[in-house]
């Protein structure tokens, strides 16, 4: 059996190396026995990582060698892509107008970066993912610019490119498309022509040369202190205690009772809603404590998380135990979907809960222009923790919002201490009549005791 190709660590210096015995074939042309290249590193990790394209380059070197265009040797720091090329000795004009450089498209860059990501420890769905939105940047700018060869990419076609995003509308919609939009799209373009300065297809990325990211300004608006995303305590109530928000708990179909359950959900944990809405019955457990919880993360293909910081457990509220949240997962298999009537679509699982909760919003009269309808319970849980005072670590721990300095990445925080401070949040079910307030309970007992005495009188 083979033995797999490895990056070779010098026993002195311990750099790692590229070291390939030359093909048999082509050894007199180049002059050597062996080519050896440093791949800069002491990390064995990275060395891995630089390996892989190093070894490719080489392979694509000696395939170069092999069809007769290159005639340079290389040297002990050895680089392809550094090795100017020339034809093979035929006629002098067919030597001049031989290519010294194959052109290579953005398209074909591309799969070589994908073909880059797998050398990392990331989970196959994630560089599917990953792929997949990357790819979509690609072929945007091919769209509108053409499949051009990288080396042909400068800083007039990044800005030309530009200038087109800003014109340009979201699908389906007159909208144009956001800043915030433009600046991502042309940030995972950059990434893919880094990876072809870093293989040396071209000498440096046009996107950062281009500083296109500063002409574009700010990614977010201004912020009016007026212009506030949350809702108000009363919109709150005004919303989970309409008649018709109470039925859909008992609702069947797409989106059926998701869309009772993730806004409150959303109220009370301030997770996003797509996290919400590709949760597992596995997801909900309970630590030695007691205490309840969910966890979010990317460990399966049809998760995903907005960034690293993202993957936490979040306490569950008190309500959300006495609203009975847990016969959702109750006697259901571990590996099946907490609202399996939810399909992932090109916007996520929880798009057509999106779709279906703004008119009822705007019926109940609580739409306010500006604000996401189901977003907007994020900010409102962050505006409440702030009101009761829950300290900001804790709060952005169970928001998964990235940490604020370096001491906040080190550690965890206990769960214990999130689901005490979570308690702290008021009672929305009880407000809105979700569930009863111990005043309800009280004034009942009440009328039960009296209607009792009435009949022992009688």
Same mark, same amino acid.
């Given at each position: 059996? $083979? ?14 190396? @590229? ?26 990790? =990275?060395?891995? +990582? ?38 093979? &000795? ?5 030597? !001049? ?54 080396? !042909? ?13 800003? /014109? ?8 144009? @498309?956001? &800043? ?39 990614? /977010? ?25 109470? $039925? ?25 809603? =797509? ?16 205490? %309840?919880? #969910?966890?979010?993360?990317?460990? *399966?293909?049809?998760?995903?998380? /907005? ?22 997962? !109750?006697?259901?298999?571990? =590996? ?7 399909? /992932? ?11 279906? %909760?703004?008119?009822?919003? #705007? ?23 702030? *009101?009761?005072?829950?300290? *900001? ?21 206990? @769960?214990?201490?999130? $689901? !005490?401070?979570?308690? *702290? ?9 979700? #569930? ?10 009440? @009328? ?8 022992? +009188?009688?």
């Amino acid at each position: 059996m $083979a033995l797999i190709a490895q990056p070779f660590r010098h026993p002195d210096s311990g750099i790692y190396y @590229l070291r390939r015995r030359v093909p048999d074939d082509i050894r007199l042309v180049i002059g050597k026995t062996e080519i050896r290249r440093s791949l800069n590193t002491r990390n064995h990790q =990275e060395a891995k +990582a630089a390996f892989a394209i190093a070894y490719a380059e080489s392979e694509r070197f000696f395939q170069q060698v092999r069809s007769g265009h290159s005639c340079l040797i290389p040297s002990p720091r050895f680089n392809p892509f550094s090795i100017p090329t020339c034809t093979h &000795t035929t006629t002098a004009s067919e030597s !001049e107008s031989s290519p010294t450089r194959k052109p290579l498209r953005l398209s074909e860059a591309f799969l070589g970066y994908v073909e880059s990501l797998a050398l990392g420890n990331k989970p196959a769905h994630v560089l599917r993912r990953h792929t997949v939105d990357y790819k979509r940047s690609v072929d945007r700018f091919i769209a509108r610019m053409g499949d051009r060869d990288v080396a !042909e990419i400068g800083q007039p076609q990044i800005q030309d490119f530009a200038g087109k995003l800003t /014109k340009s509308v979201v699908k389906h919609s007159n909208t144009p @498309l956001a &800043t915030s939009s433009i600046r991502l799209i042309i940030a995972r373009l950059s990434s893919v022509l880094s990876y072809a300065v870093d293989v040396g297809l071209i000498e440096f990325n046009p996107v950062s040369a281009s500083r296109i990211h500063k002409r574009l300004g700010s990614a /977010k608006p201004k912020r009016l202190l007026e212009d506030a995303k949350g809702y108000e305590w009363t919109e709150l109530v005004t919303l989970f205690s309409q008649p018709e928000f109470k $039925a859909l708990r008992y609702s069947s179909g797409r989106p059926g009772n998701a869309l009772f359950w993730l806004p409150l959900i959303a109220a009370y944990t301030g997770a996003r809603r =797509e996290e919400i809405s590709q949760l597992y019955v596995c997801d909900f457990r309970q630590d030695a404590g007691g205490h %309840w919880f #969910i966890r979010i993360d990317d460990d *399966k293909p049809d998760k995903s998380v /907005k960034t690293e910081g993202s993957r936490r457990d979040v306490p569950l509220h008190d309500d959300l135990l006495e609203l009975g949240i847990l016969e959702l997962v !109750e006697g259901k298999d571990h =590996e099946s979907r907490l609202f399996p009537q939810l399909i /992932k679509v090109s916007d996520g699982f929880a798009g057509i809960v999106s779709k279906a %909760w703004r008119p009822l919003v #705007i019926r109940w009269g609580v739409y306010r222009q500006g604000r996401h309808p189901l977003h907007g319970f994020r900010h409102t849980f962050k505006t409440t923790a702030r *009101k009761v005072g829950i300290p *900001k670590e804790v709060s952005d721990w169970i928001t998964g919002h990235a940490r604020s300095n370096e001491g906040d990445r080190y550690g965890v925080s206990p @769960l214990s201490g999130m $689901a !005490e401070e979570i308690r *702290k949040l008021p009672s929305i079910a009880k407000s809105a009549g979700l #569930i009863p307030s111990t005043a309800s309970l009280i004034q009942g007992q009440e @009328l039960g005791n009296e209607a009792s005495r009435t009949q022992d +009188a009688s």
